[in-house]
């Protein structure tokens, strides 16, 4: 596995009141992004997604990922306002078996009278701090860069 999730990162994301986007690509390249909170990352690493429909975009897409060896792409935010992007690469679609079944019992739990579709493996390939918290790291040490626009209502405004 490319990628290993520190136990406060997966904490992060498999918490309930974090945001996850999950952007995949159609046959013409046309990216596809949804709003995903059945994602989460399991006790092996891998992120999984429960995906409810067989006919939704997202897992027409998600095949074609498979065949023709394509990457996918997940945002999150977490409850603490953090950002992270992943690049992950789908392994594996289970549609029956004891791992189906676990997760089909659980979702039911959760979300009541649903169908499951496909438990889909995807694989973590990197992962990227995004946002503020990021963007504090990446000037630390470097000269703070200003538009004279802003300098001049700095100035005005003393």
Request: net charge positive.
């Given at each position: 596995m490319a990628v290993a999730f520190s136990p406060e990162f997966v904490k992060s994301f498999n918490d309930p009141a974090?945001?996850?986007?999950l952007a995949t690509v159609d046959g013409e390249g046309i990216p596809h992004v949804v709003f995903k909170g059945s994602l989460h990352i399991d006790d092996s690493g891998h992120i999984v997604l429960l995906e409810l429909s067989e006919y939704?975009?997202?897992?027409?897409?998600?095949?074609r990922s498979i065949w023709f060896d394509h990457k996918v792409a997940l945002n999150l935010r977490t409850?603490?306002?953090?950002?992270?992007?992943?690049?992950?690469?789908?392994?594996?679609?289970?549609?029956a078996g004891p791992v189906f079944e676990r997760y089909y019992?659980?979702?039911?739990a959760r979300l009541g009278d649903v169908d499951l579709s496909t438990v889909w493996i995807i694989e973590?390939?990197?992962?990227?701090?995004?946002g503020k918290t990021a963007a504090a790291k990446a000037n630390e040490g470097r000269?703070?860069?200003?538009?004279?626009?802003?300098?001049?209502?700095?100035?005005?405004?003393h």
């Open positions: 974090a945001t996850k986007v939704s975009e997202t897992n027409r897409n998600l095949v409850s603490d306002n953090r950002s992270f992007h992943i690049v992950g690469k789908p392994e594996r679609a289970i549609i019992q659980d979702i039911r973590p390939q990197s992962l990227v701090e995004k000269l703070p860069l200003i538009h004279l626009d802003r300098i001049a209502a700095v100035s005005t405004a």
